[in-house]
Structures are given as C-alpha cells and as structure tokens.
C-alpha cells in the first residue's frame, strides 16, 4: 500500500497499535469506527481534529474516539471516489 510506505517507523507502530485495538471490537462496532474514519479521510486534515472535538462523534465509546482521534493524527489517504463499475486503462 501506497500510503503505508510513506508513514515514519513511529507511525507504522501507531498504525499497528490502533488495527489490534479496532480488531477487539465487536463487528457492528467495527463497522461504525470504519465508516466514521472513512467520513474523516473526506476532510481536510485540519477539519478531522474539530469534528471530533465538536461532538459529533459523541455516541462512539471512549475507545472508538480514542481510535478516532488516533486515525485523524495519521496521514490518511482521502477515500476514493465511487466506482461506477467502469474499467480503467493501466496507468502508465
């Protein structure tokens, strides 16, 4: 993965750290975590810190906020736009 190379030692580690924790939720929680850190990789990477400071995520556990707040410190790659299901040339 692209982005993994370019993460410093330190943040790899972070990166390992916050997987096994994510790991240990439960499915559904899982899915919300995702879908929010997804909702993060949208936004500038100034925008991620306060909308995690607003509330917004407030009905996620202390440990989803904190895997939350730990995702919003990495630098995330911005999610990828919808596929239509049309198949793109190589790049070169």
């Known amino acids: 993965m692209e982005t993994w190379e370019h993460l410093t030692r330190q943040q790899q580690q972070t990166a390992r750290q916050m997987h096994s924790q ?12 995702k879908n929010a ?20 995520f407030s009905q996620y556990s202390p440990q989803e906020r904190d ?3 730990g995702a919003s410190q990495l630098p995330l790659a911005p999610t990828a736009p919808p596929q239509n299901n049309v198949p793109r040339p190589p790049r070169p």
């Open 67 to 69: 895997l939350l707040n």
């Open 22 to 33: 994510f790991q240990q939720l439960p499915p559904e929680r899982q899915q919300a975590v």
């Open 37 to 56: 850190i997804q909702a993060l990789r949208a936004m500038p990477p100034d925008a991620r810190q306060r909308a995690i400071q607003s509330g917004r």
